[in-house]
């Protein structure tokens, strides 16, 4: 018998956006983002690499990254707040500094919006420093949006006056660079699938779409899967996108992706890992699988061991896989280790996994959405990506 498909709701407390309720709710594809934060993903199958280390201070940004990737944030913020000292109109340096005050933000025990306030205050400074830089524009625009869902969220007033802010930001994006399809991805989300009274527009989010669907036949098929009805049957789909453009990685992950929200974990998995195999840079989609199985543990609590065992699995996978992980992705994945430790009631792997991560990375990521290599990676290679906030794995 198949699952009802839904998502667990997610408690809206001083601690953050980290557990799950017992309660799982069949929801609306309108309402998927309100559900649950899924957290801060940055992933896109075709990526935009642009210089951004155009700087005399890149030595020190590069340091002070190697401080943070190896454990020691705190003292890699305080190395690029020095810098600004010698130079306050430093873009790099602001903008490695919201990536390392992103990175503590997600390793925090409590959640803070001032903390969040402080990143996308680097990110401005960084844009306001360096306007022309396409990938300072667009994580600007990413921290607008996710403020907004952080408004959602919570229910506050303001939320769609941020929504308002965050896509004008992206549309600042295209501005810069007409052909950033990760951009209008992102417009078509917040338009398509938020309903009317937090900003929703249809037919903006159709326009969008269009011009998606103009410049690129693989982009546009995600831009209008977005847009389907719920009755739609998006295994049935993506086949047809794949005989249209051939099963790439891209189509190979969203065949995979609809066949989990369908309960077919079977098939899911078969394709997941396939889109693995043939691009070795989508192994985050091990963490995906592995995050399927643990939501799955709330809809399907009489398979609870062998969901726990699977997610298990797919995240040592995850950590023996090539190239090697570096410190801090291999704290988080410790950390996913202590929750599934947890849900199994083995309170002593559980600790013994988190000492495991804490003392790699003291602030690893303390989300259950994967961490997002991009933020871990070295300033210089930082790429833009794309990731729905709407999507559960």
């Known amino acids: ?47 935009y690499g642009l210089d951004i280390t155009d700087s005399a201070n890149e030595p020190g940004v590069s340091a002070a990254y190697e401080l943070r990737i190896h454990g020691q944030a705190e003292k890699a913020e305080a190395m690029l707040l020095e810098q600004l000292k010698q130079d306050s109109t430093d873009a790099l340096v602001y903008f490695e500094l919201a990536r390392t005050r992103h990175h503590m933000f997600l390793g925090g025990t409590q959640f803070s919006s001032d903390e969040w306030g402080k990143v996308m205050y680097d990110l401005h400074q960084a844009v306001k420093f360096a306007p022309e830089n396409e990938v300072y524009a ?43 399809q990760a951009a209008r991805l992102y417009l078509v989300d917040i338009y398509g699938l938020l309903p009317a009274e937090m900003g929703g527009d249809r037919e903006k989010a159709g326009m969008y779409a269009a011009e998606v669907n103009k410049l690129d036949k693989l982009y546009g098929a995600m831009a209008n899967d977005r847009l389907l009805a719920d009755s739609v049957d998006k295994v049935a789909y993506w086949q047809h996108v794949g ?14 992706r609809a066949y989990l929200l369908k309960s077919d974990t ?16 989508r192994r985050y989609l091990y ?9 799955s543990t709330q809809q399907d609590p ?17 950590m023996q896989s090539v190239p090697e992980l570096n410190p801090a992705l291999k704290a988080y994945a410790y950390g996913i280790l202590a929750l599934i430790n947890m ?20 602030y690893y990521s303390k989300a259950t959405g994967i961490a997002p290599e991009s933020l871990y990676c070295p300033p ?12 559960p794995f």
């Open 243 to 256: 005989q249209e453009t051939g099963m790439n990685a891209q189509v190979l992950e969203e065949l995979g």
């Open 266 to 281: 079977e098939n899911g998995t078969k394709f997941f890992m396939d889109a693995v195999k043939a691009d070795n840079a």
């Open 343 to 362: 849900i199994n009631g083995d309170n002593t792997g559980s600790e013994e996994n988190k000492t495991r991560a804490t003392t790699l990375d003291p």
């Open 302 to 318: 009489a398979a609870k061991a062998a969901h726990l065992a699977s997610a298990t699995e797919l995240v040592n996978n995850y």
């Open 287 to 295: 963490m995906n699988l592995a995050r399927y199985h643990i939501m």
């Open 138 to 180: 667009f994580y600007y625009a990413y921290s607008r949006f996710f403020n907004a869902f952080i408004s959602m969220m919570r229910e506050q007033t303001d939320a769609g006056e941020q929504l308002a802010v965050a896509c004008d930001a992206f549309r600042a994006v295209l501005t810069l660079n007409p052909d950033c």
């Open 380 to 391: 210089d290679e930082v790429k833009i990506r794309y990731s729905s906030f709407f999507m």
């Open 1 to 47: 018998m198949k699952n009802t498909i839904g998502w667990p709701k997610r408690r809206v407390s001083g601690s953050g956006f980290r557990m799950y309720s017992c309660k799982w709710i069949p929801v609306s594809k309108s309402y998927l983002g309100i559900a649950c934060l899924l957290c801060m993903v940055l992933f896109l199958p075709r990526i």
